[in-house]
């Protein structure tokens, strides 16, 4: 038998019905606030990954899925989607349309990453980026729809931590200071710590691994030593989501796991998926544009790894979901099976969800099949019936059914 990828998943019914639902709230709340839709290729030349994640990433040094093409060109699916947006703003030519530009994704990322919960090979993610402006008032507006996306999902647990990872010409400084402060405990970090010393070291901060952890909460925070006009952003930013009432809280030693964030990063973290388990991440990254080649454009966003909000989800969402029930129609008669089709047809236009039994089971074998599929009523079209011009409509919860008049079918069930 031939097996999925390691890392890979099916998404079966009925919990595809969760992510088409996460999904179509995405683009309702999204949307909402002036986001467009952007759909982008799933590949991309692997030097847009290197130059745009960057070269000491973890993304970049270990988990790309990259593989060249039957020309040699160096192909990589795609490991995150905001490189991918800043490529299709430069090449597109968005810099001439009106500023700043609102865009959102939704789909699949690829990492060849060690498997664990919450981890995959290939993940889904939802982003929003927005691109041409710079102030601390942009940064207000992702967080802002990203709570109000989150509230619709009726999630009250999670907790946005936010940062200062100050800007670029601030790093030297800090990663200095934090040198000089873990140099007499540098044998005590983990090897992938080593290897980052020198690489890349911001993603020591980043280490999961827990005596890491522990030296690294005992180094000056990166807010500490970042310019004051950086400061001023990123309180501004705290100011106007108070001024909200989003709660967000300052996490000293938060980095994200890619090179290009500066100013403002976050974090949505759950509760109930416990250490390390981060269900959003974003942050500001106003140099990305232009050392892709682009012009000089600032931009924020986020990404929610969709996988794991699924593995969250409040159940009031999912109950709502999954508590969808169909209508089974029963054709008994030959000439019943038009008059079942435009029954479902009118049922389905008006939202629900209908079903005729198309297998031509007796009416014992398909009521027994409609207790299977868990349908909340049958509609029964027999040879008396259809003389009537009538249905039989039967409450599958309570076993009671009454004739009905063919076209009050549809506000019958409706009704409840
Ligand atoms: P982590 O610290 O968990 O590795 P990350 O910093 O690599 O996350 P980002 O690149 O910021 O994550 O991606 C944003 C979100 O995408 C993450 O918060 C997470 O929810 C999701 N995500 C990232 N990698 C995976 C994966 N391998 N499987 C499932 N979801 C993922
Ligand atoms: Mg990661």
Redesign the pocket.
Known sequence: MIQKVRGTRDILPPESRLWAAVEAEARRVFGGFSYEKIRLPVMEPTELFVRGVGEGT??VTKEMYTFSDRKGRSLTLRP?GTAGVARAFIENGFAQRPQPQRLYYIGP?F?Y?KMQR????Q?A?IGIELLGAATPEADVEVMTALHLFLAALGFDDLEILLNNLGDPEDRPRFIAGLKRELEPHRHALCVDCRRRWDENPLRIL?C?VPTCGELVAATTPIAEVVSPEARAHVEAVEQGLAALGIPVERAPRLV???DYYLRTVF?VVSPQLGE???????GRYDRLIFDLGGPQVPGIGF???E???IEVLPQSFKDKVLGVRPVVILPLAGEAVSVAFALARDLAASGLQAQVEVTGRSLRAALKWAGKVNARAAVLLGPDELAAGEATVRDLDRGEQERVPLAEVVGRLSGN
Request: hydrophobic share 30%; net charge neutral; aromatic share 6%.
């Open positions: 973890d993304i995150e990322m990492r990453e919450g981890r995959y090979r993940f993610q980043d999961k994200r796991g890619l974090e390390g388990a981060v269900i959003c991440g974003g990404a929610i790894g996988d794991r909000l």
